[in-house]
């Protein structure tokens, strides 16, 4: 069975600067996608960044990156010059490419300002 | 990309009572997935909706309780019934958009608080 884990609860982070939230999943499936994705209060799920394992490139969106290593099955997010509009839940997440997710129990993201 | 409105949006709900949320998409959608959010918690799936059979449950979740309906290819409701305060959650329709299953949308979400 697939499993995704973020083992931080809350992060924080001062505006402009560089926060990372960390997220390790196990499968053993060799065709898979990773998400992103940020829940505001308003609790909308709104998709951040998305890989394709089989990609080694690292996604990419304007101000947010991955570090995906496959081998330690770890698929972290970076978020650079971090706004206030920033602060969130955000969520890791897995599919095998069924459409069903698999997420993690999430990380509550805090920016000072 | 597809949009996707749900109703109700939010509602307070007595002991007992059933509840239908509606998920509707402005386009043919291949697959149509129901999540339930508890408090605090994130995110886990109830069922697929398949169009035209019945849902496909996952552990954990029965169709007396959480009965689902997909009459065609843009909408589905579910059901959350004889509901307990244990049901107060965010529940949150998602689909896949066009052929391929990771391009993955969803609905605002509905929140529901049992009294």
């Known amino acids: 069975a697939q499993t995704v884990t973020q083992s931080q609860p809350e992060m924080s982070v001062q505006e402009a600067e560089t926060v990372t939230l960390s997220c390790t999943y196990d499968?053993?499936?060799?065709?898979?996608?990773l998400f992103w994705y940020k829940q505001p209060p308003s609790r909308q799920m709104i998709l951040v960044i998305r890989?394709?394992?089989?990609?080694?490139q690292n996604a990419t969106e304007n101000r947010f990156s991955v570090n995906f290593q496959k081998a330690a099955k770890s698929f972290s997010l970076k978020i650079s010059d971090s706004q206030l509009g920033d602060a969130a839940m955000y969520f890791c997440?897995?599919?095998?490419?069924?459409?069903?997710?698999?997420f993690g129990q999430g990380t509550t993201l805090q920016v000072k300002p | 990309s597809a949009v996707i409105s749900q109703k109700p949006s939010r509602d307070i709900c007595q002991r007992g009572t059933s509840l239908t949320i509606q998920c509707q998409v402005d386009?043919?959608?291949?697959?149509m997935f129901w999540y339930r959010q508890q408090p605090g918690q994130s995110l886990t799936l109830i069922a697929t909706?398949?169009?035209?059979?019945?849902?496909?449950?996952e552990s954990g979740f029965v169709i007396d309780k959480f009965p689902i309906s997909r009459p065609n290819l843009t909408f589905s409701t579910l059901t959350v019934s004889n509901m307990s305060p244990e049901d107060s959650s965010i529940y949150l329709c998602?689909?896949?958009?066009?052929?391929?299953?990771?391009?993955?949308?969803f609905g605002e979400g509905s929140w529901l608080t049992v009294v």
């Open positions: 386009s043919q959608v291949t697959m």
């Open positions: 890989q394709e394992a089989y990609k080694q």
């Open positions: 997440a897995f599919t095998s490419n069924t459409g069903k997710l698999i």
């Open positions: 998602s689909i896949t958009y066009g052929p391929d299953l990771t391009t993955i949308y």
């Open positions: 909706a398949n169009q035209g059979s019945e849902a496909t449950y």
């Open positions: 499968t053993s499936e060799s065709d898979y996608y």
